[in-house]
């Protein structure tokens, strides 16, 4: 069904190209009212209007608290046009239909506070959104065009797909909306009585889920923006769920590792390399070199523009699913599509800081802070009778700082900036070590081990030593350290406890 808007009601505090809406919709032949700023917008710029005290008989009281909420307007929105009984109300009481309800809402969540919230609008956009087998309700400037193309195609009517759908991203809006005074009232608690998530989808599908049978898409809350929304894809293939979860990590961790050249290779959300290095090209193969084989298929993520030294030993190494660099220089882009036409090749910003943390479970979810590192070296403690040298404290900061990136049970080996072993995911701490020291072999002589929380026994000391390591941090907190501290002595290690444990799971 089709149906004709001759009469429209205006109301926007975002006044981005309204007057032009106004003026093409008198141009079609619908009579506009509009309320306050927008009423002497569309005056100032010559466009026939009826203010809604006009309609109503009330001027806008209360400190401009009350305007449209006034029964000849809310009715002239909610009434069934075929209910003989809405009919006669509206006769009895001199109530003209609205068909149209063009109306975004005050901007809370940039200026929170009790006279932003808004009333008058939510309610409209409510009121037209529910009564949509009649009356179309615009909330965003950008879908002006749309509805205006519309109108002109089809002699002022608007079907039922369209406004349906104007109607569920209404009710979105008004749900976002209270979503965030929710937020705002209950005073920036960490973890508050009420969390109210207002999601909305961003682009298409993804080309599948954690499998191909699975469908999948990215959201984000609605009204706002993250460092994936800027991402642009040079080549390669479609993304999919895991493309975006990996690289999540992979960005996230190369930007967690200072100011110089650093690369992270990321393989099921979990590394397999990463190094520092004075230059991008040698940052690349020493984190390359940790585990190369397990760097087929992965997430290579660069701090630094991807050059033409380095996109040279790229091309010459494993294909990788995803590559992302803050930009590229001339010709590498060319140059791995040349030869990694699969590859995906992203373009991101830094990632920013990151909200609460939500892990769904049966019935709902679980919530945390986002993980961070608080306590710094300045709160750490060298327990043993052996201390770290200058160079193994750069080797214990840097294992220190990969190991909270590592799923648990994990341990990181890292010997002069490069990560030499890494064990991830074990259901023991000790396994989780030999994995590392097998991947090393031999190439963590006289570095650093870290482990993500405190060893229960010597054991995971002594594969440390293994594995020819001079110093081993871990968070410490066990029953056992003293005992654990006492092995440490016996081989001559170092051992530096850190107060704080970084599991992730």
């Known amino acids: 069904m089709r149906t004709p808007v001759r009469r429209a009601l205006l109301s926007v505090f975002d006044k981005a190209g309204v007057v032009d809406l106004a003026r093409s919709l008198a141009d079609l032949g619908v009579e506009l009212i509009s309320s306050g ?32 909420l006034h029964p000849k307007i809310h009715g002239g929105i909610l009434a069934e046009r075929e209910d003989p009984t809405h009919r006669a109300d509206m006769e009895t009481y001199g109530i003209g239909p609205i068909d149209l309800v063009v109306a975004n809402l005050y901007p809370f969540g940039d200026e929170p ?36 193309d519309e109108l002109r195609a089809h002699d002022a009517t ?26 705002w009232l209950q005073g920036g608690e960490t973890l508050p009585a009420h969390l109210v998530l207002a999601l909305e989808r961003t682009g298409e599908a993804l080309r599948y889920g954690e499998n191909p049978h699975q469908a999948a898409a990215r959201y984000r809350a609605r009204g706002t923006a993250s460092w994936w929304d800027g991402v642009v894809q ?41 190094a520092l290095a004075g230059d991008l090209a040698d940052a690349y193969q020493r984190a390359l070199e940790c585990d190369e084989r397990s760097a087929f298929g992965g997430i290579v993520a660069l701090n630094r523009p991807l050059d033409e030294p380095t996109v040279a030993r790229m091309v010459a190494g494993p294909q990788a699913d995803v590559v992302i660099a803050p930009s590229y220089g001339p010709g590498t882009v060319d140059a791995l599509r040349g030869k990694r036409k699969n590859t995906r090749i992203l373009e991101a910003a830094a990632p920013g800081p990151q909200a609460l943390d939500y892990r769904q479970i049966s019935g709902g979810f679980l919530v945390q802070e986002p993980h961070g590192y608080e306590a710094g070296r300045d709160r750490w403690r060298v327990v043993t009778k052996a201390a770290p040298t200058a160079e193994q404290w ?41 994995i590392a020291a097998q991947k090393a072999a031999g190439r963590a002589a006289g570095g650093a081990a870290a482990s993500d929380a405190f060893y229960p026994f010597p054991d995971g000391v002594e594969a440390a030593a293994e594995a020819g390591v001079a110093v081993v941090i871990q968070p410490g907190g066990s029953v056992r350290d003293d005992e654990v501290t006492a092995r440490a002595d016996e081989l001559g290690l170092a051992m530096v406890l850190t107060g704080e444990r970084h599991f992730l799971h």
């Open 37 to 68: 700023g927008t009423a002497r917008a569309l005056r100032d710029a010559g466009v026939p209007v009826t203010p809604v005290e006009d309609v109503t008989g009330v001027p806008a009281i209360l400190g401009h608290r009350v305007v449209t």
């Open 113 to 148: 506070g009790i006279e932003t919230i808004d009333i008058g609008g939510p309610a409209m956009v409510r009121a037209a959104a529910k009564n949509h087998r009649w009356v179309a309700v615009v909330t965003r400037p950008d879908q002006y065009g749309p509805l205006l």
């Open 158 to 183: 608007l079907g039922d797909d369209t406004r349906r759908a104007l109607a569920v991203d209404a009710f979105a809006a008004t749900a976002a909306f209270d979503a965030a005074v929710v937020e």
């Open 234 to 274: 040079h080549g390669g293939l479609a993304l999919s769920y895991l493309n975006l979860y990996d690289t999540d990590a992979a960005w996230r961790l190369v930007h967690d590792l200072g100011d110089g050249p650093a690369v992270a290779i990321i393989k099921h959300a979990n590394p397999c390399g990463v």
């Open 394 to 434: 750069a080797d214990a900061e840097l294992a220190w700082r990969l190991v909270g990136h590592v799923k648990s049970n994990a341990i990181v080996l890292v010997r002069d900036g490069q990560a030499v072993g890494i064990g991830a995911g074990q259901q023991n701490r000790v396994e989780a070590g030999e």
